[in-house]
């Protein structure tokens, strides 16, 4: 059980994801995984990348400075892996469902959160993943066509995982 949904506009995915886990959390289920929080930064240039990890509230930046007119990626490998181990942890702890806020670059070259996505599908852990258009094909084929794409919608997604959940959670 995997699914994935697309949001338009900067954020948009963020808020989102960020609205359905703290609905899952008010009905008293365990999310795991990592919603985004991006901030602004006061002399302008791109925003600072943090990961708040589920479902404890922890939060990790993992974003670099590369200064305000740097255009390479800025996203922090080593912290990127901090957030990736901590799931993986969470996730053999027990969670009722993974949260992923996306399938990005790492994923796309086999890295970042695969393989706790793989780990959760074969728990039976229903998963949702943010996706955007750059690495929409990556993901569909590593997928393998098990995915089902959800609206960009705070109830049809918190739907979807209700419907998924182990019986004696649901």
């Known amino acids: 059980m995997i699914a994935y949904t697309t949001a338009p506009g900067r954020g948009a995915m963020d808020e989102l994801l960020y609205g359905v886990a703290q609905r899952l959390l008010q009905r008293g289920l365990r999310p795991v995984g990592t919603v985004q929080i991006n901030t602004d930064r006061d002399h302008g240039g791109p925003c600072d990348m943090d990961v708040q990890l589920l479902p404890d509230g922890a939060t990790i930046r993992i974003s670099q400075d ?31 469902c993974l949260i992923v806020n996306k399938f990005g670059k790492s994923e796309a070259d086999g890295r970042g959160f695969r393989r706790a996505i793989g780990e959760a599908m074969s728990l039976g852990i229903p998963v949702l993943v943010g996706l955007n258009q750059l690495n929409s094909q990556a993901f569909l084929d590593f997928t393998e066509g098990l995915a089902t794409e959800i609206a960009p919608s705070e109830e049809a997604l918190v739907t979807w995982f209700l419907r998924h959940l182990s019986p004696a959670k649901g």
Request: proline share 6%; aromatic share 4%; glycine share 16%.
């Open 66 to 96: 590369l200064g305000p007119h740097a255009k390479g990626c800025r996203l922090d490998p080593e912290a990127l892996a901090t957030a990736v181990g901590f799931v993986e942890q969470r996730l053999g702890e027990g969670a009722d």
